[in-house]
């Protein structure tokens, strides 16, 4: 591209009709900052014959022409050089921006999020993790980028400024930096491809799909029913008194029912006293043991009747075996006569 001509001091050889004036405000803590530089901004400034201020009790610095300016555009680049100042750029960085090839551009990023949570989020991820996304934005536009409060201010060539703000917007719309990253690294690929320079780039380009997250939906709560009349307003002790009939009556009259009250209340309170004293000496009931009881009786006379029925099992089979025993001896008794009749005749021989 080729730079526009330099405007010199013979180019204009008549001073200004009018005299033109900016003025921008500062936060506190910018106080002592700007008090150091400022001999160093007035220097710089008067060489293009502009005058400034800065105003310590308001809170403010002012630019303004002079009868000794001659360049009618200077002014504008001084209103961007004090808008910087006032949005923490350093000084050295700011001075850049009176040079011809140079622009800024002021982004407002805190109407863009209504959730502070979610708004801090975003701005943190154009920074990314110990500042590398914004380095590789800086190196990719070509452009200084200062990420401060609810602003982003950013100098560079008009082309890098306009994808600096694409990017921040997006980036407050939910779309990370990175896609953008990735985008203009490829861009900057192909424009060094002299065969790709009359043809459409967006075959080679990435197409992000939006992925819709589903969000919990807020429970809905029960709409509360709307009367048409408000309600009737708590009565008074006055309205009490009137509904019953006291308000009326006598000073002795009232007394005397105040003592029935009171005698009443007092007749109450000792009856429940003495119900709770008496509540102490009311025994307990008792868990009643003829179950207990049962149970083990039960227990005992199964083991006995268990006990009685082996005994009386031993006894069937003693005597079934003696009863065998006997059947078995008289069978043989003949066989003992005959045996003893030989012994007797043997004994007379």
């Known amino acids: 591209m080729k730079k526009a001509l330099a405007f010199t001091p013979e180019d204009m050889p008549a001073p200004l009709l009018e005299e033109s004036s900016f003025a ?117 536009t070509e452009c200084y980028v200062m990420i401060q409060g609810s ?51 967006d075959r080679f380009l990435p197409r992000f799909k939006k992925r819709n997250v589903k969000q919990k939906k807020p429970k809905a709560g029960k709409k509360k029913s709307k009367e048409l009349f408000p309600p009737a307003p708590t009565p008074s002790k006055i309205d009490l008194q009137l509904e019953s009939g006291e308000y009326f009556l006598k000073a002795d009259e009232k007394k005397a029912r105040e003592e029935e009250r ?27 043991a003829t179950t207990k009881t049962k149970k083990n009786g039960g227990d005992k006379d199964k083991a006995e009747k268990q006990k009685l029925e082996e005994l009386k099992n031993k006894f069937k089979t003693k005597a079934e075996t003696r009863e065998k025993k006997r059947s078995a001896d008289s069978g043989d008794v003949s066989a003992y006569v005959v045996g003893s009749g030989r012994s007797k005749k043997s004994k007379t021989d």
């Open 151 to 201: 602003t982003v201010s950013a100098m560079g060539p008009f082309k890098g400024l306009k994808e600096v703000r694409r990017i921040v917007e997006d980036c407050m719309k939910n779309i990370h930096p990175i896609y953008h990253i990735k985008e203009l690294m490829i861009r900057r690929e192909l424009a060094k491809d002299p065969k790709l320079a009359n043809e459409s780039w």
């Open 24 to 140: 921008t405000l500062f936060p506190k803590y910018r106080e002592a900052y700007l008090r150091e530089i400022w001999p160093l901004v007035t220097k710089s400034l008067d060489k293009c014959g502009i005058a400034c201020q800065l105003d310590l009790v308001e809170g403010s610095m002012t630019v303004r022409t002079t009868r000794k300016t001659w360049d009618p555009y200077v002014i504008m680049k001084a209103r961007d050089l004090i808008k910087l100042l006032a949005r923490s750029v350093p000084f050295p960085q700011a001075v850049k921006i009176m040079e011809d090839d140079m622009a800024c551009d002021i982004i407002k990023i805190g109407n863009l999020v209504h959730n502070k949570e979610r708004f801090v989020k975003r701005r943190q991820r154009l920074l990314g993790p110990s500042g590398n996304t914004l380095k590789a934005i800086e190196l990719l």
């Open 262 to 288: 009171r005698r009443k209340s007092e007749v109450e309170h000792r009856m429940k006293k003495e119900a709770e004293r008496e509540k102490a000496f009311v025994a307990p009931k008792e868990k009643s």
